[in-house]
């Protein structure tokens, strides 16, 4: 059984970014301390959340608190709605 078109075109060009290179950006945005209270940060991306991902793993070793995460359409909190 093969893939149908519709299938097939949904992920023409999509590159997924490595969470070894995510969390590499994620702890250079904060320079191996953890964010200043009241930050928020733009999740501008539309695939699976590997930055919210990375910034997590980032602060669960630190202890630091989540700043606001901000989705990419609208500019509204992700999962408040614009």
Do not use: I, Q
């Not at 075109?9 to 964010?35: I, N, R, Y």
């Not at 989705?71 to 614009?82: M, N, R, S, V």
């Amino acid at each position: 059984m093969g893939m149908g078109r519709s299938a097939v075109a949904v992920d023409v060009g999509k590159v997924e970014t490595p969470s070894s290179l995510a969390l590499c950006m994620v702890e250079k945005l904060f320079g191996g301390g953890s964010p200043p209270v009241g930050s928020r940060v733009l999740d501008a991306g539309c695939g699976r959340g590997v930055f919210v991902e990375a910034l997590l793993s980032y602060l669960g070793g630190r202890g630091g608190v989540l700043p606001e995460v901000v989705c990419g359409e609208g500019w509204g909190a992700c999962g408040g709605g614009a």
